[in-house]
């Protein structure tokens, strides 16, 4: 498959708004200061009137959780982003909380976590762990 302008800016839009906006993580004034990306640039990008360069991308992806760039480069085929290094976003661990509670929700349906289950809520307990961890390091700055 070979991808099209269309597309692509299809794609960058949809994932932009996942965290822009009115009522998102970021409103576009907040985003934009974060990042020095004009106001109209980045609505020009939400708007799909217009697609970042590289360098653009790269400041989203800097600022946005590494969700926005696994999004954004699945078209092309690239799957199982993750931060190696950098600080983790406060919806980062958000996200990282919620799925160990609907994990542990899903364990205690039958009202007991067997031996099984506890085995299986390890990493996600130590991922929570070390993403609060930095996540905390960094609000001490």
């Not at 970021?26 to 970042?52: G, H, K, N, V």
């Not at 690239?78 to 542990?104: F, M, P």
């Amino acid at each position: 498959m070979s991808l099209t302008r269309k597309q692509l800016s299809k794609n960058l839009s949809q994932s932009l708004r996942q965290y822009i906006g009115r009522g998102r993580t970021y409103s576009i004034d907040e985003f934009a200061q974060r990042t020095d990306i004009p106001q109209r640039t980045l609505s020009s990008w939400i708007q799909r009137l217009s697609t970042p360069r590289l360098y653009g991308w790269l400041q989203c992806a800097e600022i946005l959780p590494a969700d926005f760039a696994q999004r954004t480069l699945e078209i092309i085929g690239l799957t199982g982003l993750h931060r190696t290094h950098g600080s983790v976003t406060s919806h980062e661990l958000h996200v990282k909380a919620a799925d160990l509670t609907a994990l542990i929700a899903r364990h205690l349906l039958d009202g007991k976590i067997d031996h099984i289950e506890q085995a299986q809520q390890v990493e996600p307990i130590r991922q929570l762990h070390e993403a609060t961890g930095a996540w905390l390091a960094r609000q001490q700055k």
